[in-house]
């Protein structure tokens, strides 16, 4: 009775959810419960509402697993990108474009990924790690402060000289004045 008020006669109802099953399944996605289970679940149901629970539960599952599969792929991409920054961040001639050629993805979905899995941006993150590198240099060694950009990739010693400025509050040479006379 309930199919009938909805004008569709229940064996078209069942060919049509199960069409539904069939077609999601095509996307080759390991779910729990396989299109067959989902089919026979559908062809045995009395009920519109029994059919749609299935056809529900059988796509909910698949979206699940989606973004599961798209988190992995996420978190892969990530580790490929961060392995390659950190391999190459003191290279002068170094951009998010060229990170986003090496691991094959755009340069915008790379930067939401990267914010995503690191809790901040990818510049951000190559900003941090050419502080450190600078601030253990200026600590540990007596090279120049220009030097010191050089080898955290900043080519220009006032570009350095700011951003580090900016990051730690202090000029390289107050720092290292700081931190060397405390070690």
Do not use: W
């Given at each position: 009775?309930?199919?009938?008020?909805?004008?569709?006669?229940?064996?078209?109802?069942?060919?049509?959810?199960?069409?539904?099953?069939?077609?999601?399944?095509?996307?080759?996605?390991?779910?729990?419960?396989?299109?067959?289970?989902?089919?026979?679940?559908?062809?045995?149901?009395?009920?519109?509402?029994?059919?749609?629970?299935?056809?529900?539960t059988y796509l909910l599952d698949m979206c699940r697993e989606?973004?599961?599969?798209?988190?992995?792929?996420?978190?892969?991409?990530?580790?490929?990108?961060?392995?390659?920054?950190?391999?190459?961040?003191?290279?002068?001639?170094?951009?998010?474009?060229?990170?986003?050629?090496?691991?094959?993805?755009?340069?915008?979905?790379?930067?939401?990924?990267?914010?995503?899995?690191?809790?901040?941006?990818?510049?951000?993150?190559?900003?941090?790690?050419?502080?450190?590198?600078?601030?253990?240099?200026?600590?540990?060694?007596?090279?120049?402060?220009?030097?010191?950009?050089?080898?955290?990739?900043?080519?220009?010693?006032?570009?350095?000289?700011?951003n580090f400025k900016k990051y730690t509050g202090m000029t390289?040479?107050?720092?290292?004045?700081?931190?060397?006379?405390?070690?």
């Amino acid at each position: 009775q309930e199919i009938n008020r909805v004008y569709l006669q229940r064996g078209a109802l069942k060919v049509l959810l199960k069409g539904i099953v069939f077609k999601a399944a095509s996307m080759n996605i390991a779910l729990e419960i396989s299109a067959d289970t989902a089919a026979d679940a559908i062809e045995s149901s009395e009920t519109l509402g029994c059919m749609l629970d299935i056809l529900e539960t059988y796509l909910l599952d698949m979206c699940r697993e989606v973004r599961n599969d798209r988190n992995r792929q996420g978190r892969q991409l990530f580790e490929q990108a961060k392995a390659y920054i950190d391999e190459n961040y003191g290279r002068e001639q170094f951009s998010l474009n060229e990170v986003a050629v090496h691991v094959a993805a755009s340069p915008n979905y790379l930067c939401s990924v990267f914010k995503r899995e690191y809790g901040s941006g990818l510049h951000e993150y190559l900003t941090q790690l050419r502080m450190q590198r600078a601030r253990e240099l200026l600590i540990h060694t007596d090279m120049s402060v220009g030097s010191v950009g050089m080898r955290a990739g900043y080519s220009n010693p006032y570009h350095f000289s700011m951003n580090f400025k900016k990051y730690t509050g202090m000029t390289p040479t107050e720092f290292r004045r700081k931190n060397q006379s405390s070690e």
